[in-house]
């Protein structure tokens, strides 16, 4: 069943230390993977993409691995600040029957605190 | 323009009510998707236009019906809604559904409340 875990669920912070996120997929055949920001109430804003071929890609103080080998991806968040507080959503497309379908993670809320 | 605008950016309906849900994106994409969200959950794919055509229906039920009056917009028409229909609805809009090495553009949402 192709399904995207992500962990920890939640995570609290200091501002101003670098913290990881984790994603795990078991998407097969797999096409790119996406990491979005969303703010509570808002919609989720693209931070990175990766296709299979991409191991690592960066967006300011964002940085998302890839290794398609263990299908697993990152995301590093750099010297964090209070606006980084909001959900990180992992999505995998595949592509399917001609077209592609996304699956989104369940996502993980990071806190940042003053 | 590179933004996806929704309308309103919240309503509250009775369950009796018909309301609609407006969605408008200027960047020449093709396809357009309906997504509800609840609470600390991801989002949950309802619809998706591709070509102002209806191409998947997520077994949504009747009660939602969408619409897409031409490839800028997209409606989402609600009727005789129930309270657990309250969640935020996200329209999203991409290059094409054949293209998936586009990203989606994600709206700000609605903030749907059913009393």
């Known amino acids: 069943k192709n399904q995207v875990e992500q962990s920890p669920q939640s995570l609290i912070i200091l501002e101003g230390k670098n913290c990881t996120l984790q994603c795990n997929y078991t998407v097969s055949p797999f096409s790119n993977l996406r990491w979005y920001k969303q703010d509570t109430g808002r919609g989720p804003v693209s931070l990175t993409i990766m296709t299979f071929s991409e191991n690592t890609k960066s967006n300011g103080r964002y940085t998302a691995t890839l290794d398609a080998d263990t299908k697993q991806s990152s995301l590093h968040i750099t010297a964090s600040q209070l606006s980084d507080s909001a959900s990180y959503i992992c999505v995998v497309t595949f592509p399917t029957s001609g077209t592609y379908k996304y699956i989104f993670g369940t996502g993980t809320r990071l806190k940042v605190l003053a | 323009d590179t933004e996806v605008t929704q309308t309103p950016k919240h309503l509250v309906m009775g369950m009796t009510n018909k309301k609609s849900l407006k969605c408008e994106q200027h960047?020449?994409?093709?396809?357009m998707y309906w997504y509800k969200q609840k609470a600390k959950k991801p989002p949950e794919l309802m619809f998706v236009y591709s070509y102002e055509k209806l191409s998947i229906n997520e077994s949504v039920p009747s009660r939602f019906s969408p619409e897409c009056p031409n490839s800028s917009l997209l409606n989402l028409h609600l009727h005789a809604l129930q309270p657990e229909d309250s969640a935020l609805y996200l329209c999203?809009?991409?290059?094409?559904?054949?293209?998936?090495?586009?990203?989606?553009?994600f709206g700000s949402g609605t903030r749907l409340t059913v009393v």
């Open positions: 999203a809009s991409s290059h094409g559904t054949g293209e998936g090495n586009y990203g989606y553009t």
């Open positions: 960047m020449g994409h093709r396809a």
